[in-house]
């Protein structure tokens, strides 16, 4: 099923769809082995722990405590095997950014060493079998949730919560700059971003835009955020990176990368979390009564 939810039908069904698809999505991505797999799988957990919040106060606090728990614990699981690849992706974003640098000859090899870790299974999830299981047990139980409420009053605490988390980690990014909270902040955005992949049939056209928008400060911070991984490889394992020489210019370049990415997420940041949190939640809910209504 699809990650969103029809104004005119039955909310609590829908979500109960939603969730299951997720958790049967992830088990095939996780089934295939592969590094898309693996990256597939944990953008299907990071949209399911986003719905969860959602409805936290629907499911009830110790079964959503449970879930959020459960998933995250199969998330970490996944994520180092999502760092190989992501540290390609990152130097490939490097070379578009900065040909006259990393386009060079010389850097070429770079790439890949970087590549080779991938090849080599560095990170791979261990014991795929178990992540299997606890995925369909997972499952098995959405199947049964009982959700309290109907309507768009499902959504709105988790709503409110969610703009309001985002617009907090905001003001920290402002005062207490750091990867720390530029890391935090990322995660409020991507949990908003999905909530209005969730919510967007109550107006298709303004949900997308908005969407597409976190979307692209969401890539924003995590391009900074895999910057600061590299940063971290390039200290913990230099032979990576070439000679003395060459591994200055690369944290320079990497540097000043992520001064333009600091800046470019801020700046669209302070419009996408200019609203107040009640009125953000109050126009939402406008917009689903008015698709009720169509």
């Known amino acids: 099923m699809a990650f969103s939810i029809n104004p005119v039908k039955c909310s609590s069904k829908q979500l109960r769809r939603v969730a299951r698809g997720r958790l049967d999505k992830a088990v095939k ?43 995250g614990d199969t998330a970490r699981q996944l994520s ?31 790439r890949e060493r970087l590549q080779a870790r991938v090849s080599a299974g560095v990170g791979q999830p261990p ?20 959700i309290k409420g109907k309507g768009f009053s499902l959504f709105e605490e988790g709503l409110l919560r969610s703009y309001r988390a985002g617009r907090a980690a905001l003001r920290r990014v402002r005062c207490e700059p750091g990867d720390e909270a530029l890391h935090d902040w990322r995660k409020r955005v991507k949990d908003h971003g999905y909530h209005a992949r969730l919510l967007h049939q109550a ?3 303004h949900c997308n835009s908005w969407h597409a928008s976190l979307s692209l400060l969401a890539e924003k911070l995590g391009d900074y ?11 913990e394992q230099p032979e990576l990176f070439g000679d003395v020489l060459m591994r200055a210019s690369i944290a320079e370049g990497i540097s000043h990368r992520r001064v333009v990415l600091h800046h470019e997420a801020l700046d669209l940041g302070r419009r996408l979390y ?7 939640v109050a126009r939402w809910a406008l917009y689903w009564r008015v698709a009720r209504r169509a």
Request: hydrophobic share 50%.
């Open 274 to 280: 200019a609203e107040k949190p009640s009125a953000l």
């Open 29 to 71: 991505a996780v089934q295939s082995g592969s590094s898309e797999g693996v990256h597939d799988a944990r953008k299907r957990l990071k949209e399911l722990r986003a719905l969860l919040r959602l409805v936290r106060e629907p499911l009830g606090a110790a079964r959503f405590s449970a879930l959020n728990q459960r998933l």
């Open 127 to 146: 014991e795929r079998d178990s992540l299997i299981a606890a995925l369909q047990q997972t499952a098995t139980e959405v199947a049964e949730w009982r």
């Open 225 to 235: 955020q895999d910057l600061s991984v590299m940063q971290t490889l390039l200290a």
């Open 80 to 110: 180092s095997a999502r760092d190989a690849v992501a540290m390609v992706e990152s130097w490939d974003a490097l070379v578009r950014h900065e040909p006259a640098r990393f386009a060079a000859a010389a850097m070429a090899s770079v």
């Open 203 to 205: 107006w298709p056209q």
